[in-house]
């Protein structure tokens, strides 16, 4: 019995131990939710800020971002919301519009791409697009409705940043933009309007043919182009303003009056210049009278060709109703155009009249100028590390006053403040502007050594005239 007593104590001390010995049940914790990456896809768009309830960031080299699964992610380019979507493995400006049903042809979608590929550090998306810090910081807006028309909008943001900072942004018009993403995307599409024609190249390329113009397009309330500005970036001052009127039935101008500004962007000389189109909105031709239109008096230049950058390489000309031959174009790397051929009727080789070398941030460096095969002039022009011109030396073979030599010599604000002028070496004028804006011009007689000096005060009208023998002694006075 107490053998029984001893084993039954036993058992129950064992069955004690066992139930103080056993782990406590524990709810397992919720998992995390899944962090999932996605790809902002114009071509892979590097630099964009993005943003979502628990994630945020900046898209790298493949466009990518992260966020959790059921987020809406929000795309800025500084300050400047481009617009959301909820979080997939790709994204597109399509997705993000807030357009209902936007598409490809959505004027939303074709603005989003064009402003973004006009950040594009090195203007090639198709390696991919590359935002630029230094650009966005400069960039003053902090809203953009890209349901709006953009054009006139990315000028001017061009010229802001690219005037502090030389980023060397070059605005992308809407149409192109949409071509390359409709590309992208594997999506068919085909240009249309002003842009689809070329019209902006063609304008922006018929007066100034190098990188180192920047222009701005404004339009009417009607979203017809007005006027259009040209401005020479170092420095920066007005060159061009036209103005456009008589527009057909596809709201497209038919004509512009062309002013060619001075300095001070005050108005300087003008030309009247006439448009026509062909069926597919490219422009046919320019058409120009010195005061209306008149076949009497018209000049017209047929464009012929037109490249893969959309740059016109060959135009005829024509005089009064007849034809006097054509103009070839040719372009170096940076998109200048560095040659200029032409056609005479009765040839079958073209001649070239000029060949222009450029820097690196599209200002001229050296234009010569030919007649048949003779070098008739030669042009260096040199710039300061600001890329401001600093000098410009000009060389001209004439019979007459044999290699005639100007040297021209600018400020910072390219106002023209010294020029010299050299007959074989020998100087024989020099020009003087003084800090009070007056200005004196002196002649010299290269045989006998006399001279005079005019002077003009601050309307360049001369007040005064001083002659002077060669031994510098005043003579007269007028």
Known sequence: MKRLSIALVLACFSLFSCSTEEEPEVNPAPSEPALLTGVFLDSPVEGLIYKTNTQE?????????????????????????????????????????????????????????????????????????????????????????????????????????????????????????????AQSLELDYEMSGLEGGAFFHIVESWETRTR????????????????????????????????????????????????????????????????????????????????????????????????????????????????????????????????????????????????????EFGSLAIKKMYDGSRLTQLTNRHYREDYTPEKEVRIDYRDSLPDLKTIEFKDENGQINRIEKYTADVLFELFERLEDGSSTNTVYNIEDGSYYIEYRDTNNQKYKTEYYDADGNLLSTE
């Open 212 to 359: 180192n113009v920047h222009w701005i397009h404004e339009f009417d309330s009607e979203g017809k182009i007005s006027k259009s500005k040209a401005f020479e970036k170092y420095p920066w001052r007005p060159l061009l303003s036209y103005s456009y009127s008589d527009y057909n039935t596809n709201g497209f101008p038919e004509f512009f009056t062309g002013d060619h500004l001075r300095a001070d962007g005050s108005s300087g000389f003008t030309l009247n210049y006439y448009f026509s189109y062909e069926e597919n909105s490219k422009i046919e031709s320019f058409s120009y009278s010195p005061s209306s239109m008149s076949d009497s008096d018209l000049y017209v230049w047929k464009i012929d060709a037109i490249d893969e950058e959309r740059r016109v390489t060959e135009v005829s000309i024509f005089e009064q109703g007849t034809s006097t031959g054509s103009t070839l174009y040719e372009f170096d790397d940076l998109n200048n155009s560095n040659k200029i051929l032409i056609y005479v009727n009765g040839t079958s080789e073209p001649k070239t009249i000029e060949e222009l070398v450029f820097t």
């Open 57 to 181: 960031g900046i898209t790298n080299s493949a466009g990518e971002f992260q966020f959790e699964e059921g987020e809406t992610v929000s795309f800025f380019v500084g300050s400047v919301k481009i617009g959301e979507a909820k979080g997939e493995n790709t994204i597109t400006p399509i997705d993000i519009a807030v357009t209902p049903n936007a598409n490809i042809n959505s004027s939303e979608v074709k603005n989003i791409a064009a402003f973004l590929q006009t950040f594009d550090a090195d203007k090639e998306p198709e390696n991919g697009i590359q935002i630029s810090d230094e650009a966005v910081e400069a960039m003053s807006l902090t809203e953009i409705d890209f349901r709006n028309p953009i054009i006139q909008l990315l000028g001017e943001l061009v010229m802001e940043i690219n005037m502090n900072t030389l980023a060397d942004l070059e605005v992308v018009f809407p149409e192109e933009a949409t071509n390359h993403l």
